[in-house]
């Protein structure tokens, strides 16, 4: 639905003489209509204009998928209903099969432009219209409607789907399969976007309901659905079929040879002498890095010129934000007389663009605060997770194997061998001590698992003709339950003994808080609140802070650390590696550069010299907070009150290491870091030994990461480090050999 200040800025637009006489000129016989000097922030406006201007189904068509991307969630902005045609994938592309849910996308949007009428906006890519689809009409023809309330038969529904090449299936998993429960059918049509549960009750539909595929609960009650029966394979047509003789085609950065209706482009592509007086252009708020406009007053104070200056000549000014918090914190640093009459919206745009024929300036907080705003890949539902035990393409001739009943094997590969029944079975090859050989049917391949061990020595083959294998096992086991008895002492102990209960949170600690730069995402505030709440308790914290990199793990820590340390207490920081330790170092100094809390770092870094005058100062209780590696819990490092524990980076510790810190500290808190933590400490999370804290919101200005997999390409190489380079950017190139490394970097110097 169009929002009244969408309506409004659009109206404005259509006042500007430039633009209303190109606008009567669409849909005329002839020539193209051209718009030049649009930036491209701006395009996505202009087709939003254009789109609400006619009343007719509009294409839009953009050069690249990024651009798709982009200009579809800016449009959102004003034309909320616009469609996405998103281009097909095609299989056998280095073993990657295409995304059933772009395929199932294709094929629902292509089904309501052939049935539906009435007006619609697609956005889509200049290729994708030469692209296979079905004949239009097919899908159509091929759509079984079900309604809720309709008189059907199960049996006559189940014959259709059969008929039709959808699989029955104890459970639906995947498209094309149908599963049957009394009078409960459970079916996945290829066009849909989750399964549907059709319940009879006689000969009527009682309801219609989709599902999730994973916990097989209903999502949301239907009026109606809409299957599949055929057409899903077709490939007889092309998406340039289904543009009606009426619709309008909008190409952005038209191509020499377009021959579309309406043309939009950054650069003059009209005939006669060049024209400003419809320009869409960029406004002149100048350039703010992150944390400029919250530190920097004077860029700040310069913004705020240009926002009296526009009021002034009666602009229209409009500003898109992120978040309700963005906002907030817009108002906390800009008065209320600078911001009357300027309009702060929710929405997503990448960059502000001004319209001087009509008076308009849209703003982007994602420019101001000196942040990207987020344009990633429209986020799809993927149902189908389900994948094998073990997965054999990575397994190679010769691997070694564990069997859990016989032990270490070597995997001879996949073969073939005679069934009883004169036909053949596909099992696993494995050859164990004397070459001995064992055949693993696959339905019993989850007995079967890679060889993962420590150094270089390879195991012996184990045998099939001894108790060997059985006896490790049993001593495993037994080790592991006196190891385990272990830990149970120490936790019992934890949990029946008190400890130090830390003092509410004092007038230095809520100062310390505020200085933070940034605004604390939903989760983080809550994990810094949890571990708070645990340190005021008597009982011992033993808290894991699980989020990914860079969503801000590391600020929990220090804001326990602070605490411990406004209460007298000392503070162990232990970190994998000398780097991260070093690391953490700078950024707990940096923080708390303001307060007269003494930090020091035990780690090579040191000589010997220094590291025995922290050992004695940690002693004397001189030492606020020590940061470290395993170095921490060397026999010849005793502290004089500690009171926090902070391990990062758990997984990549030993159980022996983080128990013996416990075991040495039995009544001390305990904070765990860690973006993957290993199976061990996240169950003991989930069964509750361990308090869990999860932070998944990513902060305002954090990207995702891109990996892309692909040859040895030296122009690949070349422009992905040019492109990096040009944004100001860093680039590290990994190499795997310490010998030949210095060539490497002789060859990307080259490049």
Not at 310 to 331: C, D, H, L, P, S
Not at 494 to 509: L, M, N, S, Y
Not at 663 to 684: H, M, Q
Request: some cysteine; aromatic content about 8%.
């Amino acid at each position: 639905m169009e929002t009244p200040l969408a309506n409004q800025l659009l109206e404005r637009v259509a006042q500007s003489d430039a633009i209303a006489r190109k606008l009567a000129r669409i849909g005329a016989q002839g020539a193209p209509v051209k718009f030049s000097h649009v930036i491209w922030p701006a395009q996505a406006f202009l087709a939003a204009f254009i789109a609400r201007s006619v009343s007719k189904t509009i294409w839009i068509l953009c050069p690249t998928v990024r651009m798709q991307d982009s200009l579809f969630e800016t449009i959102q902005n004003w034309l909320p209903g616009t469609q996405f045609l998103p281009e097909a994938e095609f299989a056998a592309v280095e073993n990657i099969l295409p995304d059933p849910e772009i395929a199932a996308e294709r094929l629902a949007l292509l089904a309501t432009i052939d049935r539906e009428a009435g007006r619609q906006v697609i956005v889509t890519t200049r290729a994708s219209l030469d692209q296979p689809a079905p004949k239009r009409g097919a899908v159509s023809s091929a759509t079984l409607t079900l309604k809720r309330g309709a008189s059907s038969t199960m049996e006559q529904l189940l014959e259709k789907l059969s008929a039709a090449g959808y699989d029955r299936v104890p459970q639906v998993t995947t498209r094309g399969q149908f599963a049957v429960r009394g009078g409960i059918v459970d079916l996945y049509s290829w066009q849909a976007p989750l399964p549907a549960r059709v319940e009879f009750f006689g000969d009527t539909i009682e309801s219609l309901r989709e599902f999730d595929i994973d916990t097989q609960t209903s999502v949301r009650d239907l009026r109606k659905i809409d299957v599949l029966l055929g057409a899903a394979d077709d490939k007889s047509g092309v998406v340039r079929d289904y543009i009606g003789k009426d619709d309008l085609t909008i190409e952005i950065e038209p191509a020499e040879d377009s021959r579309a209706h309406i043309q939009i482009s950054e650069s003059w592509i009209e005939d006669g002498p060049e024209d400003f007086g419809g320009a869409f252009q960029d406004c002149d708020v100048g350039e703010f890095a992150v944390g400029d406009f919250l530190l920097a007053e004077a860029k700040r104070d310069q913004f705020i010129k240009h926002l009296g200056e526009w009021k002034k000549n009666n602009a229209r000014v409009v500003i898109y934000f992120q978040t309700e918090g963005e906002i907030e914190r817009f108002r906390e640093l800009i008065s209320a007389d600078a911001l009357h009459d300027v309009d702060l919206v929710l929405g997503t745009l990448a960059r502000g663009f001004c319209f001087p024929a009509a008076n308009l300036v849209i703003l982007s907080a994602a420019e101001l605060f000196g942040r990207f705003a987020p344009h990633a890949r429209r986020r799809l539902y993927h149902a189908e997770r389900h994948r094998a035990q073990i997965d054999f393409s990575e397994l190679n001739e010769g691997d070694l194997v564990v069997h859990l009943e016989h032990g270490v094997g070597r995997f001879n590969g996949l073969t073939k061998i005679p069934t009883s029944d004169n036909g053949e079975q596909e099992v696993l090859a494995l050859e164990f001590a004397e070459e001995a050989k064992l055949y693993v049917p696959l339905e019993q391949a989850y007995l079967v698992s890679r060889y993962v061990g420590v150094g270089k020595r390879s195991p012996k083959l184990s045998s099939l003709a001894d108790a060997k294998w059985a006896r490790a096992k049993k001593a495993a086991a037994s080790s592991i339950f006196d190891y385990a008895g272990k830990m149970l002492t120490v936790q019992a102990e934890r949990e029946t003994v008190p400890g130090h209960a830390f003092g509410p949170d004092t007038k230095w600690q809520r100062e310390f808080e505020h200085s933070f730069p940034f605004r604390e995402t939903p989760d983080q505030l809550k994990a810094i609140i949890d571990a708070k709440i645990d340190m005021e308790r008597p009982r011992p914290m033993d808290r894991l802070i699980c989020g990914d990199v860079g969503f801000g793990k590391t600020e929990v820590a220090i804001r326990a650390a602070f605490k411990a340390v406004m209460d007298g207490r000392q503070v162990a920081v232990l970190a994998p590696t000398t780097v991260l330790a070093q690391q953490h170092f700078e950024v707990f100094r940096q923080r708390m550069l303001d307060y007269p809390v003494r930090i020091e770092m035990l780690s090579r870094f040191r000589t010997q010299g220094e590291q025995k005058k922290i050992l004695q100062l940690l002693r004397q209780g001189g030492v606020d907070i020590v940061i470290g590696t395993h170095r921490l819990i060397s026999g010849d490092v005793v502290f004089k009150d500690l009171g926090l524990v902070v391990i990062d980076e758990e997984q990549r510790f030993g159980v022996l290491h983080k128990e013996k810190f416990k075991e040495l500290f039995k009544l001390v808190d305990v904070l765990t870091l860690s973006a993957t933590p290993i199976p061990r400490t996240l169950y003991l999370s989930l069964v509750g030994v361990k308090d869990m804290s999860t932070i998944e919101t990513p902060p305002l200005n954090r990207l995702p990461v891109e990996t892309i997999v692909s040859g040895y390409d030296e122009r690949i190489i070349r422009d992905t480090i040019k492109r990096e380079l040009d944004r100001q950017g860093q680039v590290y190139s990994l190499h795997n050999r310490l010998m030949s490394i210095e060539r490497v970097r002789e060859k990307i110097v080259d490049l």
